[in-house]
């Protein structure tokens, strides 16, 4: 009897090598052990000489994947209390193979201005769901909010 490898473990295999490339001026380091998170993400900037300089900043980032353009992802209540008690910011990168794009929202910042704002019960429910509303496109800019989470 042989193995098989599903479209769900080729999908989430091609997720995470999409976002290790497009995350490649960064140091981007897998978190082998998952317990919540993927990768640990060490920004970093380009110095004038074509080197760069490594900040103190990091991240988490959490990657999910669907082959539909589905811009939500059902997190349970134990995901979401796991990630806003992080120090560093949160990340759930969510890839749609059919547009070929990445959506994400820093779950902090996302706990603090919607859930506890819209669903002050969200604790007390098994799942809660997220919107994924930006586009991965503009790493200047996902940086900038990065830094300021």
């Given at each position: 009897?042989?193995?098989?490898?599903?479209k769900n473990q080729k999908l989430e295999?091609?997720?995470?090598?999409?976002?290790?490339?497009?995350?490649?001026?960064?140091?981007?380091?897998?978190?082998?052990?998952?317990?919540?998170?993927?990768?640990?993400?060490?920004?970093?900037?380009?110095?004038?000489?074509?080197?760069?300089?490594?900040?103190?900043?990091?991240?988490?980032?959490?990657?999910?994947?669907?082959?539909?353009?589905?811009?939500?992802?059902?997190?349970?209540?134990?995901?979401?209390?796991?990630?806003?008690?992080?120090?560093?910011?949160?990340?759930?990168?969510?890839?749609?193979?059919?547009?070929?794009?990445?959506?994400?929202?820093?779950?902090?910042?996302?706990?603090?201005?919607?859930?506890?704002?819209?669903?002050?019960?969200?604790?007390?429910?098994?799942?809660?769901?997220?919107?994924?509303?930006?586009?991965?496109?503009?790493?200047?800019?996902?940086?900038k909010y990065i830094l300021d989470a």
């Amino acid at each position: 009897m042989t193995k098989k490898r599903s479209k769900n473990q080729k999908l989430e295999e091609l997720s995470r090598s999409k976002l290790r490339a497009l995350l490649s001026d960064w140091i981007v380091n897998d978190l082998p052990n998952d317990f919540g998170f993927d990768f640990e993400v060490r920004l970093c900037s380009l110095l004038d000489s074509g080197v760069q300089e490594v900040s103190e900043s990091s991240f988490y980032i959490q990657v999910k994947a669907s082959m539909s353009e589905d811009k939500f992802y059902d997190l349970d209540v134990d995901d979401w209390i796991l990630f806003v008690s992080q120090k560093l910011p949160v990340v759930l990168i969510k890839y749609c193979e059919k547009t070929d794009i990445f959506y994400w929202e820093i779950v902090q910042t996302y706990v603090w201005d919607v859930l506890e704002k819209s669903y002050s019960d969200w604790k007390t429910k098994k799942k809660r769901r997220m919107k994924l509303k930006n586009k991965l496109e503009d790493l200047e800019l996902f940086k900038k909010y990065i830094l300021d989470a």
